[in-house]
């Protein structure tokens, strides 16, 4: 009907250029990338109190409170949830799949362990922590069976807020026709609370607070390439489990493997910054497995007579999720001196001319 009555309203005009001007062009407009740009990433300040994500064809950063969230219910075709990593959360099967049947017994017996702490003297903690570099490919949570007699309690510690710590929780999460069913209580307590929660698969995941509910987080998969965040990271350590040592860091940098977004490290001496031409690329092992490619890779974590610093010997190539190549360097650590406030230049590799 729309396309009908423009075409009688041109009909009117004689001409064939008034004609045309009138046509119904329905194709969506294409914005062209931001070429370059430099951004201070705002990470909030010393306490790192947020997640900025960033997409560098717009020049765009979202910063969040890592603290505002407490689940991330993945919205693809699998029924997977990941604890947050970026609290330093840790969770533990119960062996039970009813709330009511988990409490003080169970608390204690992990609060003596040390299994649910992260620290540096927890050689099972990677046991109990969401796959740092991959979440998805190996979560501490089960995925989420068809069959509610098959998911377990867990037993949450949901990390620390700056020094302090949260009330640790016990979970059981279900299906829900095509999204999810969370059923939750203080880990000591009698009292629960169930919501349902579907899935958006404009998002990589839908995200729960205990405190609120449904909570906005991560931009839309397509809307963000990489993030600067604290969070859980891992090294390997041969005498923990399966020998890897997960640990806190300050200074983890995603990219957004579940978006289409990937990562490929160079080194100054390889290819210089200011050298790299887009006929490089195709030399490069871009990797779309692991979201830590550039983790903490791009900074020195500095020593007993030295601070932390921007490691100025590599860079880094940024593919989007629009094929968009990009050439990324960190510049600095700290803002006049305060940390969580790094910056970072890019630029497009245009093709070659």
């Avoid at 405190?211 to 987080?217: I, M, N, P, T």
């Amino acid at each position: 009907m729309k396309n009908n009555r423009l075409l009688t309203i041109c009909s009117l005009f004689i001409g064939a250029s008034l004609f045309s001007s009138c046509k119904d062009d329905s194709a969506p407009m294409v914005i062209p990338p931001d070429e370059s740009g430099w951004m201070e990433v705002n990470g909030g300040g010393a306490t790192y109190p947020n997640t900025a994500f960033i997409k560098l064809r717009s020049s765009e950063q979202t910063a969040v409170k890592r603290t505002d969230w407490d689940l991330a219910f993945y919205t693809g075709s699998d029924f997977k949830v990941l604890i947050n990593g970026t609290t330093g959360a840790m969770a533990s099967a119960t062996g039970k799949t009813s709330l009511e049947e988990v409490g003080a017994e169970e608390i204690s017996a992990a609060e003596s362990s040390g299994e649910l702490l992260l620290s540096f003297t927890n050689l099972e903690g990677i046991l109990h922590v969401d796959d740092p570099s991959n979440p998805l490919e190996n979560p501490i949570i089960a995925p989420i069976s068809a069959s509610d007699d098959e998911n377990e309690v867990y037993l949450l510690n949901r990390g620390t807020s700056g020094a302090t710590e949260r009330t640790w929780k016990k979970i059981k999460i279900t299906r829900a026709d095509s999204g999810y069913l969370l059923e939750h209580a203080d880990a000591t307590g009698n009292s629960s609370s169930s919501l349902e929660i579907p899935k958006d698969d404009s998002y990589n995941f839908v995200y729960v607070s205990f405190e609120h509910g449904l909570v906005e987080v991560e931009p839309a998969k397509a809307d963000w390439d990489i993030a600067w965040t604290a969070g859980t990271s891992s090294t390997p350590y041969p005498q923990a489990s399966n020998g890897t040592l997960a640990y806190f860091f300050q200074d983890l940098v995603y990219h957004n493997i579940y978006g289409g977004t990937t990562t490929a490290e160079v080194l100054e001496e390889a290819i210089p910054y200011e050298n790299f031409l887009h006929s490089d690329i195709a030399s490069l092992d871009f990797n779309s497995d692991n979201r830590l490619t550039i983790g903490s890779s791009w900074r020195g974590g500095g020593g007993p007579n030295s601070s932390p610093a921007v490691l100025e010997d590599r860079y880094y190539i940024v593919k989007d999720s629009e094929d968009n190549y990009y050439k990324l360097r960190f510049l600095s650590l700290t803002k006049d001196g305060e940390r969580g406030r790094p910056s970072f230049e890019y630029e497009l590799v245009k093709e070659d001319v």
